[in-house]
């Protein structure tokens, strides 16, 4: 049994790792190399997972997922929110806040998927398992990713047209409100 203390380092680690990976990876960012680093990011994020599996102790498991996944989450935040921002100019906080938003819900996914592997085959087994299917799912999902062209604007860009009036700005906004309304 170890002590609730000594089993929060992974996650504080991880969370150091997070913020000196995004601080860092910023250069690879601005050299146009998302799809690299995003492929990099997935593979240190199965490797921090699979690791939970594979290692003999708590210290090791510590550094590998502290380590992996903090790296992980930096570089391949850093690279996303950079895509989102070039392609949606106009919309930049709410294309970063959906995308935040998606990743801070998805333990609703991920959290019951787990408890079945977890039922089905044991705690170290499942993060292992988890860690290769996570590993195939981001890197498919890493393969589109790309920055616009140097330049690049929307059509529908306001830098692109005419200055709209305030009511017309109000009538779409209730537009797009009403539309999503079912949702």
Avoid at 12 to 40: D, N
Avoid at 73 to 92: C, Q, S
Wanted: net charge positive.
């Amino acid at each position: 049994m170890i002590s609730p203390m000594y089993s929060l380092l992974p996650f504080m680690l991880l969370f150091v790792m997070i913020v000196f990976s995004f601080i860092l990876s910023t250069s690879l960012v601005k050299k146009h190399l998302i799809r690299l680093i995003s492929f990099i990011g997935c593979i240190l994020y199965s490797i921090g997972w699979i690791s939970c599996f594979i290692v003999p102790d708590m210290l090791l498991l510590t550094i590998f997922f502290g380590v992996f996944c903090g790296i992980r989450t930096g570089i391949l935040m850093n690279g996303l929110m950079t895509v989102i921002a070039r392609w949606f100019p106009d919309e930049r906080g709410a294309a970063i806040g959906i995308t935040l938003f998606g990743a801070g819900i998805s333990p609703v996914i991920t959290a019951p998927i787990l408890q079945t592997l977890i039922d089905s085959s044991g705690i170290l087994m499942a993060m292992g398992i988890f860690g290769v299917g996570i590993l195939v799912i981001m890197l498919l999902c890493c393969i589109p990713m790309k920055l616009p062209s140097i330049g690049w604007m929307p059509k529908n860009n306001s830098k692109n047209s005419t200055k709209k009036s305030p009511t017309e700005d109000v009538k779409k906004a209730l537009n797009d409100s009403i539309r999503f309304l079912p949702l």
